[in-house]
């Protein structure tokens, strides 16, 4: 065990724990090889809702619904979140989920591709989580900034890629080198734009945390 995951098994044992129901949601996904957010992931996104007051939620990538369901418990069951999603065995399992949880009041399913949705989604978000398609995260980003209101939180899951992010584009296989190359300069956006503040966090994956200037 590296000694990131011990920190991270620690904090985990000193961590809020989540709700029974969402715990066998997060170890069916892990069983059957389905990714979903790391322990250090969900706890950021617990403390930045808490903290914030967070009711307004965009997530880009559903999943199995696993992510949107520990939003929603953080907030104390009652934010609001729409959530993404177009590939059709994820979809069936998130409903089910949702249905589990009695969570369908608050959260709107969206089942198309995420470039298709976001630019005719309209409204104002408190937050904006992007866990989806890693070389799409660029393409993606002036919606996100579009659709969160001053003081807005943009959290990007994975965005160092086991690392590789931190290699040389030739020193990682050459079939993640074209991923390599747009997170490379999602991260040089998001950390070089005028109308926000970002901070990037080796939790999970790697976190980058984006608050849009008021």
């Known amino acids: 065990m590296t000694d990131k995951e011990r920190f991270e098994s620690y904090t985990e044992s000193l961590a809020c724990g989540i709700s029974p129901e969402l715990e066998k949601i997060r170890t069916q996904a892990v069983e059957e090889q389905v990714p979903v957010i790391r322990d250090g992931t969900r706890q950021l996104l617990f403390f930045l809702i808490r903290v914030h007051n967070v009711r307004n939620i965009l997530e880009v ?17 009652k934010a609001h979140i729409t959530t993404i999603e177009n590939y059709e065995k994820r979809i069936i399992k998130a409903r089910e989920n949702f249905e589990k949880l009695n ?9 198309d591709d995420a470039d298709e949705v976001l630019g005719k989604i309209s409204g104002s978000f408190d ?11 660029g393409q993606w980003l002036e919606h996100a900034v579009r659709l969160l209101k001053p003081g807005g939180i943009l959290v990007s899951d994975n965005v160092l890629h086991d690392m590789d992010i931190l290699e040389s584009r030739y020193a990682v296989c050459r079939r993640d080198r074209t991923i390599h190359s747009r997170m490379r300069e999602y991260m040089y956006e ?8 970002t901070l990037i966090l080796d939790t999970g994956d790697g976190t980058a945390v984006s608050v849009m200037k008021k």
Request: cysteine-free; glycine content about 14%.
């Open 103 to 111: 969570a369908e009041e608050y959260i709107e399913f969206i089942t």
């Open 190 to 197: 998001l950390t070089h734009r005028g109308d926000m503040e």
């Open 61 to 77: 990538g559903t999943g199995t619904g696993y992510s949107a369901l520990a939003m929603w418990e953080a907030s104390g069951r």
């Open 127 to 137: 937050m904006v989580f992007m866990d989806a398609a890693k070389g799409q995260y």
